[in-house]
């Protein structure tokens, strides 16, 4: 058995060692904590600036709706058909399709127009010749 100045000691060197493991558990976790905090404020940093963002879409977008028409992206499909015989028939056939995009999608189909004018001309031109031969 130990002496009571060895078991002293030996109780001195187990309080030294758990003691140096505290410090650096503390250490560890004072670390492990701080980086979190500068995670989470880089998180709040990035979601102000979205917020922004999208404050300031949001006052484009209701500038845009009160004052004018939205930005429209047209595409247009234009079919004309002309046909000449003896009677003259124009067929004009005109197809424009709009679709709208914004923000908020917008779909606007608008406007089949189909014009058609016939025009017929006929011209009849009778020619009669009588010869009359007269002998004596």
Do not use: C, H
Request: hydrophobic share 25%; aromatic share 2%; proline share 2%.
């Amino acid at each position: 058995m130990p002496s009571s100045g060895q078991t002293a000691n030996i109780f001195m060197i187990t309080i030294g060692i758990i003691g140096v493991f505290g410090i650096i558990t503390f250490a560890l976790a004072a670390a492990t904590l701080g980086t979190l905090n500068k995670r989470y404020s880089n998180l709040d940093q990035d979601a102000d600036i979205v917020m922004g963002l999208v404050r300031e879409i949001n006052a484009r977008l209701s500038s845009i709706g009160e004052t004018s028409e939205p930005s429209t992206a047209q595409s247009t499909t234009t079919t004309t058909e002309t046909t000449t015989t003896t009677t003259t028939a124009t067929t004009t056939t005109t197809e424009t399709t709009t679709t709208t995009t914004t923000a908020t999608t917008t779909t606007t189909e608008t406007t089949t127009t189909t014009t058609e004018t016939t025009t017929t001309t006929t011209t009849a031109t009778t020619t009669t010749t009588e010869t009359t031969t007269t002998t004596p």
